[in-house]
């Protein structure tokens, strides 16, 4: 076995990063010496990964968003195709963006390169065609779910469950005292969180409607306190939709810091995405949004198969949080259900114990787990 191999890793997006660098993690207490490089942002940074372009240019969502972007992110591909077929890396780790990633794995796969694509995409959720593209694409799909698995293998696609890295970082009880105290929140106020989402295109569609949100909860309580975090780069773009939407709010913006926001806070408001999961695993009710160009939704709306879009509530098989998609997703509708949440500490309480339940089932020590499947590909 190489004790210095070479992991090619490409994730797309603030999460995807998050996702990756908890995996470099465990890659490197495998392999110290390893080396890693391709697409990536800060926390794979942390672990020494080489990033030839930031994660931050697949941060695109959307039919009509990505068309816009295509050229470049086209480009993007076929550079990193040409450079990896050079250098020839031990196994090539798709990071969720799986409309980059797995068109660049089947190029890779063909020219003997192993490929693992962590994170399955949601074809139980829709686009399920996409099965087909991933059987070539992929040597093994690491999934984050339980019950994904068993779909792969009716389809003789290699699959196996390491749970949610999340799950592992998220502590079961949240610190919601030390949260408040880091964040200068005292224990008596109610603190609302807000987060617009980690891509460009989502800031533009949602964060709006969620600070419009903030003003209307702000009028109808005059003592909340408003907290959100913004991944790095986008700031720009958040302040002068704050100004716009809500300039007279309570209002603070933190360079990131979402998991200290989440545990801190009494309700969250969360743009549809990984941080819902992050919001259910810090045990706190929130009130899921999306918004995105017209023309995306109403090709996303026809692949849908379940009636659920956030994961929550996906994973609970029930509305257990309310989701507010596209026109439902007004200012005011989002703060009467957010509103609703305080009314009721009961209610807030009984999902708690459904998060804390939903929670051990996906804390499965997944830089573990994963890095025990990655080395039976590379020795293969």
Same mark, same amino acid.
């Given at each position: ?12 997006? =603030? ?11 465990? +890659? ?30 697949? =941060?695109?969502?959307?039919?009509? @968003? ?14 990193l195709a040409e450079r990896l077929l050079a250098e020839r890396p031990d196994v090539f780790i798709g990071v969720d963006a799986p409309d980059f990633n797995l068109d660049l794995e089947k190029r890779l796969k063909a020219q003997g390169i192993k490929t693992i694509h962590f994170v399955s995409p949601s074809i139980w959720a829709w686009r399920g065609k996409?099965? @087909? ?119 603070? +913006? ?82 009467q259900a957010a509103l609703a949440w305080l009314d009721d500490p009961a209610r807030a309480v009984a999902l708690s114990e459904r998060f804390m339940a939903l929670h051990q089932q996906l804390r499965c020590n997944t830089a573990l787990a994963a890095t025990d499947a990655i080395e039976k590909v590379i020795a293969a």
């Open positions: 076995m190489n004790l210095a191999p070479h992991f090619a890793v490409v994730a797309g997006e =603030a999460s995807g990063d998050l996702l990756a660098g908890l995996l470099l993690g465990g +890659l490197k207490a495998r392999w110290p010496a390893l080396r890693s490089s391709g697409i990536g942002g800060p926390q794979m940074a942390a672990h020494g990964f080489d990033a030839w372009w930031p994660h931050d240019k697949l =941060a695109v969502r959307g039919y009509v @968003e990505v068309l816009s972007h295509y050229r470049e992110i086209a480009g993007i591909r076929n550079q996409r099965i @087909e593209k991933i059987r070539e694409a992929a040597d093994l799909v690491l999934c984050i779910f339980p019950f994904e698995p068993a779909l792969y293998a009716k389809h003789g696609v290699a699959a196996t469950y390491v749970g949610h890295p999340v799950a592992d970082v998220i502590p079961m009880q949240p610190p919601r005292a030390a949260s408040r105290a880091a964040l200068g929140l005292s224990d008596t106020d109610t603190v609302v969180a807000v987060l617009p989402g980690s891509r460009r295109s989502e800031i533009q569609y949602i964060a709006a409607r969620l600070l419009g949100a903030a003003k209307e909860m702000a009028r109808q309580r005059p003592g909340l306190r408003f907290i959100v975090p913004v991944v790095p780069g986008l700031r720009r773009l958040i302040e002068p939709l704050r100004k716009q939407h809500a300039a007279d709010v309570k209002i603070e +913006l933190l360079d990131g810091r979402s998991h200290e926001a989440l545990a801190a806070c009494d309700v969250a408001l969360v743009a549809s995405g990984t941080a819902t999961l992050e919001a259910a695993l810090f045990k706190r009710p929130m009130v899921i949004v999306y918004s995105m160009h017209p023309l995306s939704w109403q090709m996303t709306k026809r692949m849908k198969y379940q009636p659920w879009v956030g994961l929550p509530n996906i994973l609970l098989n029930d509305f257990a949080v309310p989701e507010l998609l596209q026109g439902d997703a007004t200012p005011p509708k989002i703060a």
